[in-house]
């Protein structure tokens, strides 16, 4: 119930407002301009403001008020009109200008109307605030990074399919983040879900939706991601991991846009733009027979190629700053500094994990410094088991034992025995960086979970 002031000293028209307004909304008066103003202060949603008071002019008012609250609806009532008085009213802000005696539907009409409006406008803003909450920051200056933010650019007011690739951690969720944020369907859904990280059994369930009764356990109608995001963005990210028979259901939502849910026999239309994203090599996974080539064709309709973070070392700087103050608000820290030799430090290192792998580093780097300055040997202490993890000082330290066995023995293969070294000690290495999530590690390392567990028993890897 909406609150209205009426400012006015004619008893009879107060009367008549309450008696037509006050089903809906709840209704005060004030008969002089200065106890109007005391009213005000309650904060009513709209004012019904007579053009002549004993104490003001009710232009004088109209300006006081709309200082006060800009955008509020004022509407003038008048018995004195004229074409000076409705123009000067409206020219100063006012919504609308009724004359005495005016019609009782029309009061209701107006007072509908610019209720409403002043709805409309405050969830406009909202959906403003919130889109530009949601803005994607994608820090970076390099040639290769300004290249990514043409096609951005280019490709994002553009109805189309967009496929990015890009290793590990290099953005492609904020890239696709930012593509829909400067599209038509900015204010609409944006809906992610990562093709590894629903098992494949369910991920059917998980895109097209369910229909009650369609498997053991289906208790109820269930939306799906793709009518979720119907008006806005799908982003399917690691999409190479999706099984043969969910590519062939996808691409008939491409090719219709239409999805039939699980247990359902009849499609219904949607509107979605998809977004995929892969670290893997579509084209060569199109030749083993692992990827759909008409899906492929599909979803590459526009692709951006995402850069890693050692081919735009410039970018390494800013980037750490940004994690930086990042790190700060988020930790809750205070403020904290690089110290001398900790940006070219930082600029000197491979970064196999890209940019989530620096961010990382820097939250970490954050909590273990015990003053406002991170020293370099800060950094040291905390990238200190990075040097190990290259395949590099793999092969220096264990090739040359590898090598002196082979002197001893009549038969030795090389090759397979160096495979399965380096596939031991990568996994290794990950799973344990993971912490034991077997999800996570087959993230990192570019492969599908089924894969890992299957190395990790092969190669007897114990894990979660």
């Known amino acids: 119930m909406a609150r209205i002031l009426l400012i ?19 209704v005060t008066h004030a008969a002089t301009g200065a106890e109007g103003f005391r009213l005000f202060e309650d904060g009513p949603a709209l004012v019904l403001l007579d053009l002549r008071l004993p104490d003001a002019s009710g232009l004088d008012i109209l300006k006081t008020l709309l200082e006060k609250r800009p955008g509020l609806p004022v509407v003038m009532v008048t018995a004195h009109g004229g074409m000076e008085s409705a123009v000067e009213a409206m020219k100063l802000g006012a919504y609308d200008y009724l004359e005495k005696p005016f019609d009782l539907d029309e009061l209701r009409i107006v007072v509908r109307r610019a209720l409403e409006d002043v709805a409309m406008r405050s969830e406009l803003v909202r959906l403003r605030a919130q889109v530009a909450d949601e803005a994607p920051l994608i820090v970076g200056s390099s040639p290769a990074m300004l290249s990514v933010f043409k096609s951005i650019g280019r490709i994002a007011p553009r109805p189309v399919t967009v496929l990015i690739l890009g290793e590990s951690g290099t953005g492609k969720d904020l890239v696709a983040r930012a593509i829909h944020h400067n599209s038509p369907r900015a204010s609409k859904p944006y809906i992610v879900i990562n093709s590894a990280s629903v098992p494949r059994d369910l991920l059917e369930a998980e895109l097209f939706g369910v229909r ?27 999409i190479g991991e999706m099984a043969l028979e969910t590519q062939a259901k996808l691409l008939r939502v491409l090719e219709d846009q239409t999805v039939t849910p699980l247990g359902d026999t009849q499609p219904y239309s949607v509107d979605v733009r998809l977004i995929a994203a892969t670290n893997r090599d579509l084209e060569k996974d199109v030749e083993a027979g692992r990827f759909r080539e008409d899906l492929f064709y599909r979803l590459n309709v526009f692709s951006i190629q995402l850069p890693p973070l050692r081919e735009r070392r410039e970018d390494i700087v ?54 406002p300055m991170i020293e370099k040997g800060d950094l040291k202490l905390t990238l200190k088991g990075k040097k190990e993890m290259t395949l590099d000082v793999f092969f220096a330290d264990r090739l040359r034992g590898l090598l002196g066995e082979i002197s001893r023995m009549d038969q030795f293969n090389l090759y397979d025995t160096v495979i399965k070294e380096v596939d031991r000690a990568l996994i290794k290495l990950v799973v344990s960086h993971t912490k034991g999530n077997q999800l996570a590690a087959a993230r990192i390392l570019g492969i599908n979970r089924n894969t890992l567990r299957k190395k990790m028993t092969d190669l007897k890897i114990k894990g979660k």
């Not at 006015?8 to 709840?26: C, F, G, P, Q």
């Open 212 to 238: 009650k009764g369609a498997f053991t356990g289906a208790d109820k109608d269930r939306q799906g991601k793709i009518a979720a995001a119907s008006g806005g963005t799908l982003f399917l990210d690691e």
């Open 8 to 26: 006015d000293d004619d008893e009879s028209i107060a009367w008549v407002v309450r008696k037509t307004l006050e089903a809906e909304h709840a």
């Open 318 to 371: 800013p980037l750490a700053e940004h994690f930086l103050k990042r790190a700060e608000d988020q930790l809750g820290t205070g403020p904290k500094a690089f110290g001398e030799g900790c940006l070219e430090y930082l600029s000197e290192q491979n970064w196999p994990g890209n940019v989530r792998e620096l961010e990382n580093a820097i939250k970490r780097v954050v909590l273990v410094s015990s003053g």
